[in-house]
């Protein structure tokens, strides 16, 4: 099994990122502020990621892959190189060698995605764009992806399922996870002031506490801690029905959605938020017919 090297990857992706992050205004921002910051977030446990959900990712992909008949993977949206080890580690259990295509609009995530394969002497295809945007004759067996619905606002998601649809091939597979918010609205879920400097706060607590495993200084983590704060929001899925609703609707056939672990425990509202403890996670498997 390759474990993550996020002591690794954190300055790494702070390097990175202040390089490949797109810049711009409005739709389009600079994104160094997540990129740049989420390894560190990670080593501190502050945040989710495809990790958190090992079990459920590399179980499923190993069942596939024993098939044999599941060799080619689209990873779609990667944020960092996680999804890529629950991938390569369903496929390492399995004894197959799988074919990956990462997907992403940044330049930061497919530079740590290309730096673990060359780490593990891998071939990878790294493919730069919007996944709307993403045309190709080709199709896939199967499609990963982890808390990627959260991006799009829901009048956008019915495109985006069609576009998984159809770059799979029939009997092609997605594999996901998303949180499940039960929201009064859609609105985008950000932090509060309060909620932010309770994050900003704990965020340095562990910081302090864990010393060994940080690259960088404390004045130069709050500020990111900071900045990430302000500009992490989430838009939610609100229901169960809604997150299987949304695939069926584009054509797919859904062969399992479970409810997975909470997220730490129940907190108040003032230490909640976008990444609140006690947020539930389903996990979707779905197919092509």
Same mark, same amino acid.
């Given at each position: 099994?390759? =474990? ?7 300055? &790494? ?8 992050? $797109? ?13 740049? *910051? &989420?390894?560190?977030?990670? &080593? ?15 179980? $499923?992909?190993?069942? &596939? ?21 629950? #991938?390569? /580690? ?8 799988? =074919? ?20 593990? =002497? ?5 493919? $730069? ?29 019915? %495109?985006? %399922? ?18 499940? $918010? ?17 994050? #900003? =706060?704990?965020?340095?607590? %562990? ?23 302000? /500009?992490?929001?989430?838009?939610? #899925? ?19 959605? /479970? ?5 730490? *425990? ?19 498997? %779905? #197919?092509?017919?």
């Amino acid at each position: 099994m390759i =474990d993550e090297p996020l002591t690794l990857l954190a300055p &790494l992706a702070s390097e990175t990122g202040a390089i490949h992050c $797109r810049d711009g205004d409005g739709p389009d921002p600079k994104c160094s502020w997540y990129h740049g *910051t &989420l390894e560190y977030l990670r &080593l501190l446990d502050l945040v989710i990621s495809p990790a958190a959900h090992r079990d459920f990712f590399v179980s $499923r992909i190993q069942a &596939l892959a024993e098939d044999r008949s599941f060799r080619s993977i689209l990873i779609s949206g990667a944020g960092d190189c996680s999804m890529m080890i629950q #991938v390569l /580690n369903g496929f390492g259990a399995a004894a197959v060698e799988p =074919d990956i295509t990462v997907l992403d609009r940044c330049g930061t995530p497919l530079a740590l995605n290309r730096w673990l394969a060359e780490r593990e =002497d891998l071939s990878i295809e790294i493919i $730069r764009s919007e996944i709307l945007d993403f045309d190709t004759d080709r199709t896939f067996d199967l499609i990963c992806t982890h808390c990627f619905l959260g991006y799009f606002t829901p009048d956008v998601r019915p %495109a985006l %399922a069609a576009k998984w649809f159809s770059l799979l091939r029939p009997g092609g597979r997605l594999t996901t996870v998303n949180p499940i $918010r039960d929201t009064p609205d859609y609105a985008l879920v950000q932090f509060t002031p309060d909620q932010a400097a309770s994050f #900003v =706060d704990r965020a340095l607590k %562990a910081a302090e506490s864990r010393p060994d495993m940080m690259a960088v200084g404390l004045d130069w983590f709050r500020q990111r801690v900071r900045t990430y704060a302000a /500009n992490f929001g989430s838009f939610p #899925v609100r229901s169960g029905d809604e997150f299987r609703g949304l695939f069926e609707a584009a054509g797919f056939t859904v062969e399992a959605m /479970n409810l997975l672990h909470l997220l730490g *425990t129940p907190t108040t509202p003032s230490t909640s938020g976008p990444t609140e403890l006690g947020l539930k996670f389903m996990s979707m498997a %779905a #197919v092509r017919p």
